[in-house]
Structures are given as structure tokens and as C-alpha cells.
């Protein structure tokens, strides 16, 4: 599996932008960069995913770096419900089954 | 859609001990997994399903079964409970294995072993 990489946590203020940086130099061209989120005591919950193009949603923007060896996750206006770990994930269309391979992830604390 | 349900939410269980975790959903998802989560750390897959009748193991399968009779349930069994299983227990659906689509979680199991 493709690895990424992750800072181990991040502080943002309430109201204000996150970016969340992703390393991924080993990339291949069938995998595409998810996101997930955990909130304390709960699953995981889908965020984002793309393969080249930077993509937006209603919860987060997703801008890949034109070599896809990086990505940026980007919360507009963080809430403190948003203060969870951010996982970075790879998953390789090709391969049998596709696995959800989590890493560390990114602590993001948000502060009032 | 209730999506992905897990019974019990809480279980302790003394070392040697058998027992099921129960997953099922109901939005007609090919794909099944079990995850377990160590505190502090990221998750890590047991088992996988592509489909009904066909299973796979993952990274961590070592003291844990899994079966697939009918798309909607993936039980995961602990054959001789032991203090490392102490951990949350993730069972995730997604629609098909081929895509890359979102990936749907479950709240969870959390496992006691004495």
C-alpha cells in the first residue's frame, strides 16, 4: 500500500480556515486520495475524495498538487465540532477489494 | 436507512471466553470490513467481504472468524478471548468492492478482556 504522510497534530482558531497537508510521494496513477474524519467515541466518516482535480463539497475542499505526491485538505470555517483526527488514506482502484488502510491521521484541535 | 448497525456497544469478557460481534446494514452494500482501534492509534483491518459467501482477511485476522451468509450481516467471532483483543470494533459497508466510493462506518464495539 501507498503511504502517506501526516503531521501528527494541528491547532486551528474557531471561524478560521484549516489546511491539513498530506505527503504521498510514493503515489501511484490508480490511487486516489481520501480523507475521513474520526469525532471523539465515534466511527470514521467519509470527508472528501479525488484523483487529480482539485473537488469541493459541503464539508471540505480537496486540492491535489499537479505531481499528486501532496494534497491539502481544506476546512473554510472550522467549528469546534470539527476538532477530530483527519486521515490522509490512498486506495488503489486496481487492487482486489480496494482496502481502507488507515495511518495516524492529524489531531486538529479548534479553538474558541 | 439505519446504514451500519453493530450490537452489543459495550462488552467484557474473561480471557478463554467466546463471543459474536454482530453487523449488519441495509442499504444493499457488497463490501464489508472489520476494523479494531487501540487507543491512540489509527485502525487496523481483521477481515474483509467482497460479497456474500466470499471473505478475505486483512492485516490483524490472527483469533478472529468472520463469515458472509447473507449480504446485510457480517458477524465477527472471537474463538478464545485474550487481553490484546481488549480494543474498538469498527464494522464498515461500502456499496461495491470494484469502486471508490465512501466507505460507511459503524459506532462501534468497545471490548473488554479481563
Known amino acids: 500500500d501507498a503511504k502517506t504522510t501526516q503531521p501528527n497534530s494541528m491547532e486551528s482558531n474557531e471561524e478560521e480556515p484549516v489546511h491539513l497537508p498530506c505527503n504521498h510521494s510514493t503515489i501511484s496513477g490508480t490511487d486516489y486520495i481520501h480523507w475521513y474524519r474520526q469525532l471523539p467515541s465515534q466511527g470514521p466518516e467519509y470527508v472528501i475524495h479525488?484523483?487529480?482535480s482539485n473537488v469541493n463539497n459541503r464539508m471540505a475542499s480537496l486540492a491535489i498538487a499537479e505531481d499528486r505526491k501532496s494534497s491539502t485538505l481544506i476546512l473554510h470555517r472550522a467549528t469546534l465540532r470539527d476538532a477530530a483526527v483527519y486521515y490522509c488514506?490512498?486506495?488503489?482502484?486496481?487492487?482486489?477489494?480496494?482496502?481502507?488502510?488507515f495511518g495516524a491521521g492529524t489531531i486538529l484541535r479548534v479553538k474558541s | 436507512n439505519a446504514g451500519v448497525t453493530q450490537t452489543p456497544k459495550f462488552q467484557v469478557l474473561k480471557t478463554g471466553q467466546s463471543m459474536t460481534l454482530q453487523c449488519a446494514q441495509d442499504?444493499?452494500?457488497?463490501?464489508m470490513s472489520w476494523y479494531r482501534q487501540d487507543p491512540g492509534m489509527g485502525l487496523r483491518l481483521i477481515h474483509y467481504s467482497v460479497g456474500a459467501g466470499i471473505t478475505d482477511q486483512g492485516e490483524v485476522p490472527n483469533g478472529y472468524n468472520v463469515s458472509r451468509s447473507t449480504t446485510e450481516d457480517f458477524p465477527l467471532r472471537l474463538l478464545s478471548a485474550a487481553p490484546s483483543q481488549t480494543s474498538v470494533y469498527f464494522c464498515?459497508?461500502?456499496?461495491?468492492?470494484?469502486?471508490?466510493?465512501?466507505?460507511?462506518f459503524g459506532p462501534g464495539t468497545r471490548l473488554t478482556v479481563l
Open positions: 479525488g484523483l487529480t
Open positions: 464498515a459497508s461500502r456499496i461495491s468492492p470494484a469502486t471508490v466510493d465512501e466507505q460507511f
Open positions: 442499504m444493499n452494500h457488497e463490501y
Open positions: 488514506i490512498l486506495r488503489d482502484v486496481m487492487e482486489y477489494g480496494n482496502k481502507l488502510v
